[in-house]
């Protein structure tokens, strides 16, 4: 079983920055598929961005391209998703997921571990 748990969210202007951070626990992520999603008021969850076991693989859904960046510390098992030139649509519910399949592009599967979340509030 791996525990997901997300850190770093609260509230930015539009324009700032902020870094969230998933700290795992129970297996080490090195072999797992891990991504960002995230669920605004009233919608339905979105997926965020994705990257491989290796790192070397990475796919963003288009509205956040150039503006957010996966990453990962396999050292400190952890996974980071900086988020720049934030918008007030960027507003929603953040979540980590971890999953053993090694297809980057994680809206089309269930990932097995999710984590509880945390909340990013842009105002403008």
């Known amino acids: 079983q791996v525990q997901l748990v997300e850190s770093g969210g609260g509230l930015a202007q539009a324009g700032a920055s902020l870094r969230l951070s998933c700290a795992a626990s129970?297996?080490?992520?090195?072999?797992?598929?891990v991504g960002w999603f995230r669920q605004a008021p009233g919608k339905e969850r979105e997926f965020v961005v994705g990257?491989?076991?290796?790192?070397?693989?990475?796919y963003y859904v288009d509205s956040v391209k150039g503006r957010f960046t996966v990453s990962r510390d396999n050292a400190r098992n952890t996974v980071y998703l900086q988020m720049n030139s934030l918008k007030p649509e960027d507003t929603a519910v953040y979540y980590c997921?971890?999953?053993?399949?090694?297809?980057?592009?994680?809206?089309?599967?269930?990932?097995?571990?999710w984590g509880q979340g945390t909340q990013v509030t842009v105002s403008s």
């Open positions: 997921a971890a999953s053993s399949r090694t297809y980057v592009r994680m809206w089309e599967y269930e990932p097995e571990y």
């Open positions: 129970g297996r080490s992520l090195r072999t797992y598929t």
């Open positions: 990257m491989s076991w290796l790192g070397d693989t990475t």
